[in-house]
T-cell receptor, first 114, second 114 residues
Framework: AQTVTQSQPEMSVQEAETVTLSCTYDTSESDYYLFWYKQPPSRQMILVIRQEAYKQQNATENRFSVNFQKAAKSFSLKISDSQLGDAAMYFC???????????FGTGTRLTIIP | DTGVSQDPRHKITKRGQNVTFRCDPISEHNRLYWYRQTLGQGPEFLTY????????KSRLLSDRFSAERPKGSFSTLEIQRTEQGDSAMYLC????????????FGSGTRLTVV
């Protein structure tokens, strides 16, 4: 079974600085996707970025980028120029092949310090 | 596209009562998922539908839980004889057939069993 591990329960960063959130996963599949989701205090889970395992290039969405290390099964999220609105729980997630049900990590609570 | 809607946002019920939650997915999304999220944890998969067919149920979904998606549109999740352990956030999400582009989540229903 797939597992997703987020080893940082909480992180904090000064506004405008850069922060990296860690995620490792376990799978026996060779082709798959990985997601980072953001859950602000308003609760709605929002997709931040996704990575396709067969692509060597790391995904980037504006200030958000990933460092995908397939061999190490590592999928970290880098947030550049942190803003107050980035404060949220961040979840790494792996979709199961076929039904795409998501396995989530336990999350990292990110605090932005003004 | 008005997003995924869930109703109610909050529900407080006495132990032993039945409750029903509703989810309205994005209209063109074939798949609909239910997840449960307890405090400080990532969401856990409960069940999913492809159109009106319920294709998979987690063993987390005891006999007291039932879900339906009549006509492949909205879905309901019913919990009978609620227990205090059922207190959680119940999240609904929808996606196009494969879900590899990520889900769209609703804002969730917070259930408190007293």
């Amino acid at each position: 079974a797939q597992t997703v591990t987020q080893s940082q329960p909480e992180m904090s960063v000064q506004e405008a600085e850069t922060v990296t959130l860690s995620c490792t996963y376990d799978t026996s599949e060779s082709d798959y996707y990985l997601f980072w989701y953001k859950q602000p205090p308003s609760r709605q889970m929002i997709l931040v970025i996704r990575q396709e395992a067969y692509k060597q290039q790391n995904a980037t969405e504006n200030r958000f980028s990933v460092n995908f290390q397939k061999a190490a099964k590592s999928f970290s999220l880098k947030i550049s120029d942190s803003q107050l609105g980035d404060a949220a729980m961040y979840f790494c997630a792996y979709p199961n092949f076929g039904n795409e049900k998501l396995t989530f990590g336990t999350g990292t609570r990110l605090t932005i310090i003004p | 596209d008005t997003g995924v809607s869930q109703d109610p946002r909050h529900k407080i019920t006495k132990r032993g009562q039945n409750v029903t939650f509703r989810c309205d997915p994005i209209s063109e999304h074939n798949r609909l998922y239910w997840y449960r999220q307890t405090l400080g944890q990532g969401p856990e998969f409960l069940t999913y539908f492809q159109n009106e067919a319920q294709l998979e149920k987690s063993r987390l979904l005891s006999d007291r839980f039932s879900a339906e998606r009549p006509k492949g549109s909205f879905s309901t999740l019913e919990i009978q004889r609620t227990e205090q352990g059922d207190s959680a956030m119940y999240l609904c999400a929808s996606s196009v057939l494969t879900g590899v582009h990520g889900y769209t989540f609703g804002s969730g229903t917070r259930l408190t069993v007293v």
